[in-house]
């Protein structure tokens, strides 16, 4: 694919302190794309306080198609997946977290299952990874479960893994989407309170190789029961009109 060709695909990479996962991801990301299509990767610093600018300064010199974003102070997940999503030159984006942990080679089974979708769903459909064998240890295994059956009841999404950092939508449907603080979490809910529909694609998760994980379990819990009680009041007071156009 020419690096100069307008982008099918732009990839969003949210980070925070992942110095030494930035190039190993990067190198998988282009393996897998390279030949497939023409796409960009969006990284977007979120006030990291350790060595990621450098690595992001030298991954600039070594792939043209990278796009590097920082916010100088951190502002949270979400806010870092919306300013890469907003920069974003293709109408198709994909979000990976920059852990390592995201296997880049989903990437193409995501966009065939949005393709293979009829024409006329296409711009309100969201393919979501399901990471069915977790990779992490069984405190943070037992936190997801917990916070993904409470979730699915509470709103009935029907999305088995909402937690995970593998997503591909179109990005005209992220911007019609309310954002607020740890909003990533909660997509699918928001997409289908759009008139929009979900669907889930298997994925791969690994174990975290190198650096550690930004968030523990009690604290995500406390936020995100918040949050959940916030999106319950979104839904129930949302209403999509059927409109008919007057001859």
């Given amino acids: 694919m020419s690096e100069t060709e307008a ?59 990278l796009v590097v974003l920082r916010h100088r102070t951190g502002c949270g997940q979400s806010r870092a997946v919306a300013t890469g999503i907003r920069a974003a030159r293709a109408p198709l984006v994909a979000t990976l977290d920059g852990d390592g942990q995201n296997d880049p080679a989903d990437l193409p089974a ?7 979708a009829d024409e006329a769903v296409r ?46 939508l179109p990005r005209a449907l992220f911007l019609d989407l309310p954002y607020f603080d740890h909003m990533h979490r909660f997509m699918a809910a928001l997409v289908i309170r759009a008139g929009g529909r979900v669907e889930t694609v298997r994925v791969n998760h690994r174990p975290r190789e190198r650096g550690q994980s930004k968030y523990g379990m009690w604290d995500r819990l406390w ?21 008919e156009t007057v001859e």
């Fill in 223 to 243: 936020v995100g029961l918040v949050d959940l009680l916030g999106v319950m009041w979104l839904i129930r007071r949302s209403s999509r009109p059927v409109i």
């Fill in 123 to 168: 711009p309100g459909l969201m393919i979501t990874g399901w990471r069915a064998a977790r990779r992490d240890d069984p405190l943070r295994r037992l936190s997801s479960l917990v916070a993904n059956r409470v979730r699915s009841a509470l709103l009935g999404d029907g999305i088995p893994d909402s937690g995970s950092g593998v997503k591909l």
């Fill in 110 to 116: 995501l966009v065939e299952a949005w393709r293979a």
């Fill in 7 to 65: 982008p099918e695909l732009s990839v969003v990479v949210p980070v925070r302190n992942e110095a030494d996962n930035i190039l190993p991801l990067l190198r998988e990301i282009h393996v897998v794309l390279k030949n497939r299509m023409a796409f960009e990767v969006i990284y977007v610093d979120d006030g990291s306080t350790d060595a990621t600018p450098e690595r992001l300064k030298e991954a600039r010199r070594l792939y043209s198609r």
